[in-house]
């Protein structure tokens, strides 16, 4: 009886063991897989982040590309600013030529066409009416013109 007391005893003690070594088996695998997780969540954070600096880079990009368009369309005004207000000055010169020229020759009345100074060309027209004289200047630089207009009379 001793024997088989002895033999249920090694049983029981083998079987502790198997519990025990399936238990580590268990740690394992449990710690094998938190590993995991924690490296699958490291890769989602790395993952986030990278997501993060490219939707900033591409907002960078955008503000950047608006601000050059800005920056051109400001430009392209000013180009038009500053073209109109040499036109206005050639308009201002071709009058004050035609004036001259009038002070010179009273019956003067062909004008000039198309006069080219500095960037750009003026213009000038007279037309008779009644004891005066419309004169008309038109300056253009570019696409930008101006047109002065004034009435010259003679006492």
Do not use: C, P
Request: aromatic content about 4%; charged content about 20%.
């Amino acid at each position: 009886m001793i024997a088989q007391e002895e033999l249920v005893a090694q049983e029981e003690l083998v079987t502790q063991e198997e519990m025990v070594v399936m238990r580590e088996r268990k740690r394992t695998i449990r710690m094998a897989g938190s590993g995991s997780l924690r490296r699958l969540s490291a890769h989602r954070r790395r993952g986030t982040m990278a997501l993060v600096v490219v939707a900033m880079a591409i907002t960078a990009t955008a503000l950047i590309t608006a601000s050059f368009s800005m920056t051109t369309g400001a430009s392209a005004v000013q180009l038009r600013a500053l073209a109109r207000e040499q036109a206005t000055f050639l308009a201002d010169a071709g009058l004050e030529h035609a004036l001259i020229t009038l002070v010179n020759d009273a019956n003067w009345r062909t004008g000039f066409t198309n006069q080219a100074l500095g960037a750009g060309t003026y213009t000038v027209t007279l037309v008779d009416s009644a004891s005066d004289v419309v004169v008309t200047s038109t300056g253009a630089v570019g696409t930008q013109t101006a047109q002065i207009a004034v009435r010259v009379g003679w006492d």
